[in-house]
């Protein structure tokens, strides 16, 4: 295990030396993405007197976890919570972050047939909501499957089934599952179930409204959590700051274009150019190389079988061809008026809207809009690159935004003083009926190069949450530096951290 020590001063790093007494490496050490996952492996390998060198493709730190600033408002790529059951995590955000974190009371709920649900599940609420009828015929539902289990859990709806009864399944999961992964929940394998939500029960969702919730409650059931005064963006461009005081280096807007390796397990170089010119024709400048000792990549797992040269075997680059991904956009209003609802977010899971989910970024944080009157609001959709909504003009974006916030009767006196669109490509790994197959035909094949290490969510293509990302960093660097054997992929394949579909 890795042990973060806190510096003396938010820019001195000379404790790392006295520590370890050791000279700081060139550049050797190359990271691949800025996200929770890079940031992180930078960061721990800082503490062990190493440089790394970091290759970004964005403007700013923090992958999916980054704030986008508008006219003094803060959005969120969707709304990252600060909850973790992992200690090492604890400890490095608050090194980071420190009295910049608050703590949130949690409110969410479910929009379905025109009516709010809390969310958690309370057993009153949801009785007033679906009336005495629906409610009992839910618990019937829910009786009958556990006396009488599907004997197969191969899938998504399979696996909710026998946990919940069809009822409730076809109730509160199915319309926005299908809204989230654009396909039927019978092709969505348990895997992503299992890793989501898989000690989250009726019966514990029943129990948790009634009795306290225990250290051991899932996470899906947690009540509070923290969160950075300026947003998730703010622990990172402060772990970015720390990284580069200590003698690391990160370039952005740069694609990777080639990963060589030697065909013998080392990966000996890294290709990369600006992102301004990597896709055109005209003007490219020489990629830059960078050499290897080790690589960490968090870039996304089809990607990175792509990119390398000499290329892998055909039978892996036909498995990186057939992941698949679900591509994200938010229509982010700039609004002016009354708070209108008291929720950080609201899962939508009626499908007469296309939203998928509603965050109210003023009750994440106050600092995250300019005037005690403002509100921003996010308006999120799950979409796939290419579709109609991923292509839909953004006046039009915005304008489909603020009328179906209106239809669900969530805008309450708010006037639009603005509103932008911003499209994220591969936020959601898909886990497809080929998906462990094509995973496991990757990993065989990675397993011979011994200098690269996977990471982050897309690094591993698993859904993982910004913690679990952070996690896969520390033990690969605690493979590299220690010689251990921890195996990243199994991260986040454990019963304890729990969450909402979708």
Known sequence: MISIAPPRSSKSWDWIHDKYRRPIHRFMNIIIGAGPAGLTAAYALATAGHRARIIERETEPGGLARTIWHNGYGFDIGGHRFYTKSPEIQTIWREVLGADFH????????????????????????????GPAASAAIVASYIRRKLAPLPCEHNFEQFITNRFGDRLYRTFFKTYTEKVWGMPCAEIQSDWAAQRIQDLSLASAIG??????????????????????????????????????????????????????????????????????????????????????ELFSSMPLQALIQALQPHPPESVLAAARALRYRDFLTVNLCMQGENPFPDQWIYIHSPQVRVGRIQNFRNWSR???????????????????GDDLWTMPDDQLCGLATDELRRLGLSGNLQLADAFVMRVKKAYPVYDADFASNINTIKAWLTTVKNLHTIGRNGLHRYNNQDHSMLTALRAVDNVLRGTNNDLWQINADTEYGEKPG
């Not at 703590?103 to 969410?108: G, P, Y």
């Not at 409650?217 to 947690?222: D, E, M, N, P």
């Not at 807007?253 to 896709?279: E, S, W």
């Not at 600092?367 to 690159?385: H, K, Q, R």
């Open 103 to 130: 703590s949130v009371q949690r409110l969410s709920r479910i929009y379905y047939d025109g009516k709010f649900f809390d969310y958690p599940l309370r057993p009153w609420n949801a009785l007033a909501g679906l």
């Open 208 to 293: 948790n409204a009634f009795f306290k919730r225990s250290a051991t409650s899932s996470r899906s059931l947690i009540d509070q959590f923290d969160y950075p005064r300026l947003g998730p963006g703010m622990l990172w461009q402060r772990m970015a700051d720390r990284i580069s005081d200590a003698g690391s280096r990160i370039d952005y807007q740069q694609q990777v274009t080639a990963i060589q390796h030697d065909g013998h397990g080392t990966v000996t170089r890294v290709l990369h150019q600006p992102l301004l010119f990597a896709n055109t024709c005209s003007a490219v400048p020489q990629p830059t190389e960078a050499p290897v000792h």
């Open 367 to 385: 600092d995250l809009v300019p005037t005690p009157n403002s509100i921003g609001i996010g308006m999120e959709y799950f979409c796939t690159a």
